[in-house]
């Protein structure tokens, strides 16, 4: 059966018990697989296919002007997503007595949208916080989302109407310009000390430690994110500079170390191409294809333990606070650190400036009171102890 999405024409095909949607603009003959459906049955999301027209072309604009990435828009129309199925239940648009992920969005329009207030969204915040299923898709999920998970749903509502307001100018006013985000707690970014993570490093051992202590190295050496790491490829090594692919897509190149760059040297002697099934990865798994999130995640952890370290208490973010904070106890700037980072926001970085900061350590020992010591004194003869 020939469909028609987006302006273009599809057709379903089933391959190794997945259904492929193969789709072509008219006109032309190529086809190209778009979406994947589990063996289950589940789709895999599409905004392109799935989001009402009024969400679709804000996300579009993000995708296509603004350069986000796929998963960050995919993030948002997921966010977006959720709200308007909480929306359409308050607006009596749907049975309260409905699953909340099995409502439709689809008939989502300019009129629902435009009549969503503040109050409307104070409630479905309130939702969130104490009956949202952490885990929806666990039979063991506890209840009620973070501040911070809160809040980014709080980004997505606010731009999704700054859009309508700024930029489409559907709407007049802009009625989440006052939409205030959870206050969220604030705290200090845990990291290694020196010593730790040159036990962290030592302890890469096993078949593939070259590849293992060479991601060691640049998580701590050059304060990486995972999603940067696992998306580096050959080309990206430029002798000792490193082209990185940051959030929004926004490159930078980072400076190489001298234990960096042997690090690198010593995996790619032993990395081979020859069976690679991502030729262009600079990290392959054990199956020759791109390294995975997951596996970065479990080596990190492995390593943790055999140097002794609390794995539950560290990860791969946690390595890059490390690379920071130690480029901050040794001389590297604010600044420079943002660049770094790859930080938009220097509040972002200055985080790093309270974990260990001498002067707040010098003015505790500036308080003549310092150096005061008093000791016990012997109850008075008149004075019975209490």
């Given at each position: ?56 072309d ?49 008939d ?90 040159i ?34 490829n ?13 959030k ?71 390595l890059r ?49 310092g ?16």
């Amino acid at each position: 059966m020939t469909i028609v999405w987006g302006g273009g024409l599809g057709v379903w095909s089933e391959v190794n018990k997945m259904k492929i949607l193969f789709t072509w603009r008219e006109g032309k003959t190529e086809k190209e697989p778009l979406i994947l459906l589990r063996t289950s049955g589940s789709l895999l999301m599409d905004y392109r296919t799935e989001a009402p027209p009024i969400l679709r072309d804000f996300l579009v604009y993000h995708e296509t002007i603004q350069g986000h990435s796929r998963k960050t828009v995919d993030e948002y129309f997921l966010d977006l997503r959720n709200f308007f199925r909480y929306i359409k239940i308050e607006k009596n648009m749907a049975a309260r007595s409905a699953e909340l992920d099995s409502i439709d969005i689809s008939d989502v329009d300019l009129d629902l949208v435009r009549s969503v207030t503040l109050s409307d969204v104070y409630s479905y915040m309130n939702y969130l916080s104490r009956d949202r299923a952490q885990r929806p898709n666990s039979d063991h999920s506890g209840y009620g989302l973070k501040a911070t998970s809160r809040a980014r749903k709080v980004a997505a509502i606010r731009s999704f109407y700054k859009y309508l307001t700024n930029k489409a100018k559907v709407l007049a006013e802009n009625p989440m310009q006052d939409l205030d985000s959870p206050r969220m707690k604030k705290s200090l970014p845990r990291y290694l000390d020196l010593e730790s993570s040159i036990q962290l490093l030592e302890s890469a051992d096993g078949p593939f430690q070259e590849r293992d202590r060479c991601i060691l190295t640049l998580f701590l050496n050059c304060g990486v994110r995972i999603s940067e790491l696992i998306g580096l490829n050959l080309t990206d090594v430029r002798g000792e500079q490193l082209r990185v692919l940051g959030k929004g897509n926004k490159e930078r190149i980072l400076y190489l170390n001298d234990a960096c760059i042997q690090s690198i040297q010593d995996y790619l002697a032993v990395r081979g191409n020859e069976q690679a099934i991502d030729k262009n990865a600079l990290f392959l798994s054990r199956r020759r294809t791109r390294i995975s999130k997951a596996a970065v995640e479990k080596l990190v952890k492995k390593y943790l333990t055999k140097a002794g370290l609390d794995s539950s208490q560290y990860s791969p973010h946690k390595l890059r606070h490390t690379a920071a904070t130690l480029m901050l106890q040794n001389g590297v700037d604010v600044r420079t650190l943002q660049e770094v980072l790859g930080h938009d926001n220097l509040n972002t970085t200055q985080i790093y400036t309270h974990v260990d900061n001498e002067n707040l350590r010098l003015a505790a020992k500036a308080n003549p009171l310092g150096k005061v010591r008093t000791g016990r004194k012997k109850p008075a003869a008149s004075e019975p102890e209490e």
